[in-house]
């Protein structure tokens, strides 16, 4: 069984920086690749940026330009770190990855952090 478990998020001051974690763990697999999303009530769940396990990036434009996505492929760990936080960047913020067992490449999701960007 393998879970994607979340850390960080909270309350940021405006301008601040956020950093999130999210850890692979359970029985044997690999990390493909590793998305980042927001969700604010009643909107879409909305990407904001990926990484390969090779390392290749790409970002959308909330977090373009004030973003990096890394991994850490040995510790199977994700990090998004957003700056220049903004009161409409609160959302929940969530991953996903595309993780390969012995059963085969699944899709799994971060249980959700919420974020609140307010003095």
């Known amino acids: 069984q393998v879970q994607l478990v979340l850390s960080g998020g909270g309350l940021v001051q405006p301008g601040g920086s956020l950093r999130l974690s999210c850890a692979a763990s359970?029985?044997?697999?690999?990390?493909?690749?590793m998305a980042w999303y927001r969700q604010v009530p009643n909107n879409p769940r909305e990407l904001l940026g990926h990484i390969t396990n090779g390392g290749i990036t790409s970002y959308k434009d909330p977090a373009k330009g004030r973003s990096t996505i890394s991994m850490d492929s040995v510790a199977n760990v994700g990090f998004l770190q957003m700056n220049n936080m903004k009161p409409e960047d609160t959302a929940i913020y969530y991953c996903?990855?595309?993780?390969?067992?012995?059963?085969?490449?699944?899709?799994?999701w971060g249980q959700g952090t919420q974020v609140t960007v307010s003095s």
């Open positions: 359970g029985s044997t697999f690999s990390i493909n690749d």
């Open positions: 996903s990855a595309a993780i390969t067992t012995t059963r085969g490449t699944l899709n799994y």
